[in-house]
């Protein structure tokens, strides 16, 4: 049996967490970062769950999570 294709877009954009929960980094942080204050950064940094609504899309991109 041949072996299921992940979406490798999702697959650099998501990750699974071990209770089955979707994380996703948090947008506008890659570059312009001069004109942001720190404390917008420091927010930046930290993980961000995808919304419950887009969970069962994103896990059909990633079958072997």
Not at 20 to 47: I, M
Request: proline share 3%.
């Amino acid at each position: 049996m041949p072996k299921m294709k992940s979406n490798r877009a999702a697959k650099k954009r998501f990750h699974l967490t071990a209770s089955g929960k979707v994380r996703r980094s948090k947008q506008g942080g890659q570059h312009c970062l001069s004109e942001k204050s720190r404390k917008r950064l420091r927010r930046l940094r930290k993980n961000d769950l995808v919304d419950s609504s887009f969970q069962k899309r994103i896990k059909l991109m990633l079958p072997y999570g």
